[in-house]
C-alpha cells in the first residue's frame, strides 16, 4: 500500500507532514511517487490566506476523478482548513468523496480513521481542538542533514488578521528535556542543521510549570555535539529579548539570519493589526541586531492593504522598507479569514489598490534584494548543500549561514555536507558560486 501526501502552508504544516508519514509508514504504507499510485492521498492544508484555500480546493476538486477511477483510494484532508466549522460542514456536504477529514491533533488516530473510512459511506470526522501534538510520535523525515523541531504550538497573539491562533490553538510549550532529547537523537543519526519551530518562539516557556526562557533553550541546543548550524522560526518582535540577541552573538552554531516579521510601518496599522510594538521599537531592534551580529541577513513579512490603510500608511511601510534594507521580504496582500477582528473592520481596501501597493512594494524590495546579494560577489561562504537545483542547468544547491541559496558544480556526494563556495555571480532570488 502507498501513499502521497500534498502540502500547503507553513514549515510546521511541512513538519506535521513528516509526522504524517511516519504513522502511514509504521503502518506499512511505503511513498508513491506520483498521486495515481497511492492508495492513501493525504492532503495537509493551510488557511492564513484566501489563497492558500483556494488552491486546497482544487486539489480536492481534481482528485474527484481519482476516486472515481479507484474507488478503494481513501482520500483525507488534514491541517489548518480542517479546524474551520464551516469548512468541515461544506466538504462533508458538497465534496463527499472526501473520505476522511481530520485535525492535526489527531493524526495518532489515522490507522483507525482509515479502516474507519473503508466501511463508511459518509466522510469520516476527527477534529480536536486540544492544542498539542503527542509526544513521541514517529516521524518520517523528509531531509537527512536538515531537522526541523517543534518547541511550542499554537499562538497566543491574536493579531487581529490572522486566523492562526483559532486554528491552532492557545500556545503550548513543549518540556526543554524532551527537545534536548529529539536533538540529541538527531545529531546522533547524522543531522547537523536544527530548525526551531514556533509561531513565536521568543515566547517559548513562559507557560511551563517550570519557565525557560528561549535564549536559555538555545544556548541547551547550541551545547549539543555534532549539530553544526541552528536557525529559528518565527521572532515575534514584541518578545525579542536582548538577551536572545546575546546568545545568537555568542553561540557559534546560531545562524546569523533572523526572519522578523514586521507586517507594516505605519503605528496606526501596527495598533489595529494588534501587534504591540511601533515602527521605533523594530527599528531600534534591527539596529541592536546588527550592532551585534554585523553580517546579519534579515527577513521579513510585509502585508499591504490592510483595512483602513492610507497611501500615507502604506508611504510609511516603504520607507521602513527602505531604511532596514532587507535581505528578503515576503509580502502579502491583506485577505480577509471569516472569524478574526480585521474581516469586520470598516473601510475594506479595494483589490486593484492593495494589488497596486503590493507591486511598488515588491519592486522596491527586490531592488534590495539584489542589491544585498551583489554585495556578496567574491566572499567564501560556508554552504550546507542540500540537494539537486530546480533550474534547467543541473546544479548543486544549499544555503550560507545567512540563508542565501547558492547553486554550484559538484558531486552528488556533497549532499548534505558542509562545503566552501565563493559567490561568482549574484542575482536576485539566487547565487552562483564555485566550490573551493
Ligand atoms: N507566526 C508567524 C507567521 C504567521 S503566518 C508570525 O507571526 O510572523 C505567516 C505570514 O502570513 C504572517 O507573517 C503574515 O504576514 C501573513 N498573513 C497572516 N494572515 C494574513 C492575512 N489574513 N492576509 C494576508 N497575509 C496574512
Ligand atoms: Fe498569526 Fe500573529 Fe500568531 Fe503570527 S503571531 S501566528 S501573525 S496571530
Ligand atoms: Fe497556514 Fe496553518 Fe501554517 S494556516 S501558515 S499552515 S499555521
Known amino acids: 500500500m502507498k501513499y502521497k501526501i500534498l502540502t500547503w502552508g507553513c514549515q510546521m504544516n511541512i513538519h506535521d507532514s513528516e509526522t504524517i508519514a511516519g504513522i502511514l509508514q509504521n503502518m506499512g504504507y511505503s511513498p508513491a511517487d506520483t498521486l495515481k499510485e497511492a492508495d492513501v492521498i493525504i492532503l495537509n492544508t493551510c488557511c492564513v490566506r484566501e489563497n492558500a484555500e483556494r488552491k486546497v480546493y482544487g486539489r480536492i476538486a481534481q482528485l474527484k476523478q481519482f476516486k472515481l477511477r479507484n474507488p478503494n483510494l481513501i482520500l483525507a484532508v488534514s491541517g489548518c482548513m480542517v479546524q474551520q466549522p464551516h469548512v468541515v460542514e461544506y466538504i462533508s456536504e458538497k465534496l463527499p468523496y472526501v473520505d476522511i477529514l481530520f485535525g492535526i491533533k489527531n493524526v495518532h488516530k489515522l490507522p483507525e480513521l482509515i479502516e474507519n473510512a473503508r466501511q463508511a459511506e459518509f466522510p469520516v470526522v476527527e477534529v480536536m481542538e486540544s492544542s498539542e501534538i503527542k509526544e513521541n510520535l514517529p516521524i518520517e523525515r523528509m531531509d537527512n542533514s536538515r531537522a526541523w523541531v517543534t518547541i511550542t504550538y499554537g499562538c497566543n497573539n491574536f493579531c487581529s488578521y490572522c486566523i492562526v491562533p483559532y486554528v491552532r490553538g492557545r500556545e503550548k510549550s513543549r518540556l526543554p528535556e524532551d527537545i ?18 514556533g509561531q513565536n518562539v521568543n515566547s517559548y516557556g513562559k507557560d511551563l510549570e517550570k519557565p525557560v526562557a528561549f535564549h536559555e533553550l538555545l544556548r541547551r541546543v547550541n551545547d549539543v555535539e555534532g549539530i553544526k548550524r541552528i536557525r529559528f ?6 518578545d525579542l529579548s536582548d538577551e536572545l540577541i546575546l546568545t545568537m552573538k555568542e553561540c557559534e552554531k546560531v545562524c546569523e539570519h533572523i526572519h522578523l516579521p514586521v507586517q507594516a510601518g505605519s503605528n496606526r496599522i501596527l495598533s489595529k493589526m494588534n501587534r504591540k510594538y511601533t515602527r521605533e521599537h523594530y527599528i531600534n531592534l534591527i539596529k541592536k541586531l546588527r550592532e551585534a551580529i554585523p553580517n546579519i541577513a534579515i527577513s521579513t513579512d510585509i502585508i499591504v492593504g490592510f483595512p483602513g490603510e492610507t497611501e500615507e500608511d502604506f508611504l510609511d511601510t516603504l520607507n521602513l522598507v527602505k531604511e532596514v534594507e532587507f535581505d528578503l521580504a515576503y509580502t502579502f496582500m491583506y485577505s480577509k479569514r471569516k472569524g478574526t477582528p480585521a474581516a469586520e473592520m470598516p473601510d475594506q481596501i479595494d483589490d486593484d489598490v492593495k494589488k497596486d501597493r503590493l507591486n ?40 550560507t549561514r545567512t540563508n542565501k541559496v547558492v547553486n554550484f558544480d559538484g558531486g552528488r556526494d556533497l549532499i548534505g555536507k558542509l562545503v566552501n563556495v565563493e559567490i561568482t555571480e549574484p ?5 552562483l558560486g564555485r566550490i573551493i
Open 233 to 238: 522560526l518565527t521572532s515575534h518582535p514584541k
Open 360 to 399: 511598488r512594494l515588491m519592486q522596491v524590495q527586490d531592488a534590495i534584494t539584489a542589491k544585498k546579494n551583489m554585495e556578496l560577489k567574491g566572499t567564501v561562504q560556508e554552504v550546507l548543500v542540500e540537494g539537486i537545483s530546480r533550474g534547467k542547468i543541473k546544479k548543486l544547491s544549499g544555503r
Open 427 to 431: 542575482h536576485t532570488w539566487s547565487l
Open 180 to 197: 534536548i532529547s529529539e536533538v540529541e537523537a538527531l545529531a546522533k543519526e547524522g543531522f547537523i542543521e536544527i530548525n526551531l519551530l
